[in-house]
């Protein structure tokens, strides 16, 4: 049974930086990502990365974290991280790691198997 457990949350000022993991059991997909979701809106790809687990084919960023977020995977492909830098207050959200075996798509309705979820809170 694959589970998703995301870690790495919590608060900090504007300008600062959190790093988030997403530790992945029963799971070896090509594609993991992370989306974002705040109060009153929907959730949304913040970025994306797809590897056959040597290479990397690809990465997504959303626009608005393009230069200020970094995803990874580490080469066993049990865990996905983003290094979340320079943050912002509209940063704040919940955000959640999400994976599917074939290749990543933006839309959250694409994506198979979900975590529970680590609440970001950036102050300014």
């Known amino acids: 049974q694959v589970q998703l457990v995301e870690s790495g949350g919590g608060s900090v000022q504007a300008g600062g930086s959190l790093r988030l993991s997403c530790a992945a059991s029963e799971y070896s997909g090509s594609c993991m990502a992370w989306f974002r979701q705040a109060p009153g809106k929907e959730r949304a790809a913040v970025a994306s990365h797809y590897t056959n687990g040597i290479i990397t084919y690809a990465t997504y960023y959303d626009d608005s974290v393009k230069g200020r977020f970094t995803i990874s995977r580490d080469n066993a492909k049990t865990t996905l991280y983003l290094q979340m830098n320079n943050l912002k207050p509209e940063d704040t959200a919940m955000y959640y790691c999400?994976?599917?075996?074939?290749?990543?798509?933006?839309?959250?309705?694409?994506?198979?198997?979900w975590g529970q979820g680590t609440q970001v809170t950036v102050s300014s």
């Open positions: 999400a994976a599917v075996s074939t290749t990543c798509k933006s839309s959250y309705s694409h994506y198979t198997y």
